[in-house]
C-alpha cells in the first residue's frame, strides 16, 4: 500500500479524506490491524500543548511621521526588554525575558516570575495594547530619538512567532534526591522523591507518531496556537541520534522543530504565558502536526500507545545542574507517569504532567475536524530533517 | 457531631487573647487548627476544622461573633479559576489531601474545596497561576 501526499489532497477537497487523532488510531489498529488500517486512513493528527521556553515574535512597528530607527537602540514592552538589534522598525520579544526591576531569585526566596515576554505575546493576541517605549540615536534620515505609546497588533506590518525550539520529541522526569526542595524549570521538586514531573503528550506528541522524520520536514505546514504555522528548520539541540528503543522512537529528549506561525492569526486561547516560581517566565504553544499515512511503515508508527514509550528519570538536584553522579534513575514508560506514580529506587513517587492532555486531545480534534473540513491541506517537506544515523545495531526501524 | 472548616479573622485588638482556649472548654468544640497566621497588632488569621454537636457549633460561633472574630466558610480561600487552568496536572502530587485531583478518563483537573485544607502548597506550583488564594 502506497499513498501520496497529493492523493490525500485530492480526498480532502472531495470530502472524502478519513481522518483520526494519534489516540484514536490505536483503536483503530487494533481492531483491524496495520494492514487495513493503513488501507483506509488517510492522515492521522497528533497535538501538544505545553511550556516551550524557546519562543518568541518578531515584530515590525509601523512608523509614525517623524520616522525612529530601532536598530541598535533599545526597546521595551510593558518594561519588557525586546531585541532591537535589526532593521530600523523591527524587533523580538523572546517569551522568556523580564523586565530589569524584577525581584528574579533575590533575597534567598524563589521569585515568582509574574510577567515577561511571554505575558506580552499573549496579551497582545488577545487583542490588548501594551506600552512601547523605545529609543534611539537619530541618525539623518531617523531623526526621532524617543518614542512611547500603546500599541496592539494593528499597530504592526508583520508580527509572527518565530519558535527555535519547540515540541521535543521527548522528555526527561525530573525528581529531586537532595534534602531540600529544588526549583526547577519542571517544576518544584519537593525533596526525597517527593514527587515526579514530566512534560510530554506520550501518544498524542507529534514527533513521536513519526519518529523517524519520514513525514515531517522543513516546509510541513502545522497548526500553531490556531493559526497556520510551519515547521521551518530542525530546532536548536535537534539531536536524532538519542538512544532508541525497537519501535524507533527516542528514550530521551531528541528531534526539536524549529516553527514559524502569524501572530495576529493565533487564538489567545492557544498562547497562554506560564510563571514557573523560583526559574522564570515561558509560553505555553499549542502544535498540532497532521502525519499522512504513506504506507503500513507510518500506520505502524501512529498507532504507538503510551505503554510504548518511554521516558528516563533524572535527578534534578545533583545530575542535571552539575553534572555529576548518576545520570539516570531508570526509565518508565507514559503509561506509568500517567497512571498517577511511578517507582524510584523502590520508592512510589506520585507524577505530575506540565504538558496538559485534554488541551493535546482538542488540539488533535481540531487539526482533524480542519483536515476534514477541507480547511487545512497537507504539505510534502522541501527537505527532511536531520534524521538518526542508519544501520544501528539492533534496531529493528533500519532498512 | 458535625465536622465544619472555616477561616477565622481575629481583630488586632484580640489576637492576643486565648480565643481558642474559651472555644474548647467553654463551647465544647474539638478544634483542629489547620494553618494560622497570627502577628501581634495585624489581622489573624486561621483555619479550623471544628468538630460539635449543632448546639455546641452555634454557641461556638455565638461567641466568636460576641468577640469580634469573622467566620467565613472555607471554600473562599482557595479559587481554582478554570478558564485560566489548562489541565496540566503539575498541581496534583503537590496537593496533599486530593483536593486537586485529575479524571484520568477527561484529564480534567477539578478542586474539590471540601477537602482542601488550604496548605497553599498547589499556589506556587500553578505555572498558569490558575490557582490563588486569599490566605497568605
Known amino acids: ?399 | 457531631m458535625d465536622k465544619i472548616k472555616v477561616v477565622l479573622s481575629f481583630p488586632p485588638s484580640r489576637v492576643e487573647d486565648p480565643i481558642i482556649f474559651h472555644l474548647i472548654t467553654d463551647c465544647g468544640l474539638m478544634v483542629n487548627i489547620l494553618r494560622a497566621s497570627i502577628d501581634p497588632g495585624k489581622v489573624g488569621r486561621m483555619v479550623v476544622e471544628l468538630t460539635g454537636d449543632g448546639d455546641q457549633l452555634s454557641r461556638g460561633a455565638d461567641y466568636l461573633e460576641a468577640n469580634g472574630v469573622e467566620i467565613e466558610p472555607l471554600t473562599e480561600e482557595i479559587q481554582h479559576d478554570e478558564e485560566r487552568c489548562v489541565s496540566c496536572t503539575a498541581c496534583v502530587p503537590a496537593c496533599p489531601t486530593g483536593a486537586l485531583h485529575v479524571d484520568r478518563e477527561t484529564w480534567v483537573v477539578f478542586h474539590e474545596p471540601d477537602r482542601c485544607v488550604v496548605c497553599l502548597s498547589c499556589v506556587d506550583v500553578c505555572p498558569y497561576r490558575a490557582v490563588t488564594a486569599n490566605f497568605q
Not at chain 1, 526509565?331 to 505530575?352: D, F, R, W
Request: proline residues 6%; glycine residues 12%.
Open chain 1, 1 to 399: 500500500m502506497k499513498r501520496t501526499i497529493s492523493e490525500i489532497n485530492e480526498k480532502i477537497r472531495s470530502g472524502s479524506v478519513v481522518v483520526f487523532t494519534a489516540e484514536e488510531i490505536i483503536d483503530v489498529v487494533r481492531q483491524k490491524g496495520v494492514r487495513k488500517a493503513a488501507r483506509e486512513v488517510d492522515v492521522v493528527t497528533t497535538g501538544t500543548f505545553s511550556p516551550m521556553c524557546s519562543s518568541g515574535a518578531f515584530m515590525n512597528i509601523r512608523q509614525e511621521k517623524e520616522k525612529m530607527k530601532l536598530g541598535g537602540g533599545w526597546a521595551t514592552l510593558n518594561g519588557v526588554p525586546a531585541y532591537a538589534g535589526l532593521a530600523a522598525a523591527d524587533i523580538y520579544i523572546g517569551a522568556t525575558a523580564i523586565p530589569e526591576n524584577d525581584p528574579r531569585n533575590t533575597n534567598g526566596r524563589p521569585g515568582r516570575f509574574r510577567y515577561g515576554g511571554a505575558h506580552v505575546i499573549e496579551e497582545l493576541a488577545q487583542g490588548k495594547k501594551v506600552l512601547l517605549r523605545a529609543g534611539g540615536y537619530g541618525t539623518d534620515c531617523y531623526p526621532k530619538k524617543r518614542r512611547e505609546q500603546m500599541i496592539g497588533l494593528e499597530d504592526m506590518n508583520e508580527a509572527f512567532l518565530f519558535n527555535p525550539r519547540n515540541c521535543y520529541q521527548n522528555y526527561n522526569v525530573a525528581v529531586n534526591l537532595s534534602e531540600k526542595p529544588i526549583y526547577t524549570y519542571m517544576g518544584k521538586l519537593k525533596p526525597g522523591l517527593g514527587n515526579a514531573n514530566y512534560c510530554s503528550a506520550g501518544q498524542l506528541s507529534p514527533l513521536l507518531n513519526d519518529p523517524m522524520y519520514r513525514t515531517i520536514g522543513i516546509g510541513t505546514r502545522i497548526f500553531l496556537s490556531g493559526a497556520e504555522g510551519y515547521v521551518v528548520w530542525n530546532g536548536t539541540q535537534h539531536n536524532p541520534d538519542s538512544p532508541r528503543l525497537e519501535n524507533g522512537t527516542p528514550c530521551a529528549a531528541a528531534g526539536t522543530l524549529a516553527l514559524v506561525g502569524n501572530l495576529k492569526k493565533m487564538d489567545p486561547r492557544w498562547l497562554r504565558a506560564v510563571s514557573f516560581t523560583g526559574y522564570g517566565v515561558s509560553l505555553s504553544m499549542a502544535v498540532g502536526l497532521p502525519i499522512p499515512i504513506l504506507d503500513e511503515e507510518m500506520m505502524k508508527f501512529v498507532s504507538v500507545t503510551d505503554a510504548d514509550l518511554k521516558a528516563p528519570v533524572v535527578d534534578y538536584s545533583v545530575f542535571y545542574p552539575t553534572g555529576e553522579g548518576k545520570p539516570r534513575l531508570g526509565e518508565v514508560t507514559y503509561a506509568q507517569l500517567k497512571s498517577g506514580a511511578i517507582e524510584v529506587n523502590g520508592k512510589s513517587v506520585p507524577t505530575g504532567c506540565f504538558s496538559s492532555y485534554a488541551k493535546a486531545r482538542e488540539v488533535a480534534g481540531c487539526l482533524k475536524s480542519l483536515i476534514r473540513d477541507g480547511g487545512f491541506y497537507l504539505t510534502q517537506a522541501v527537505s527532511p530533517l536531520p534524521g538518526p544515523a542508519l544501520k544501528k545495531e539492533g534496531v529493528a526501524w533500519t532498512k
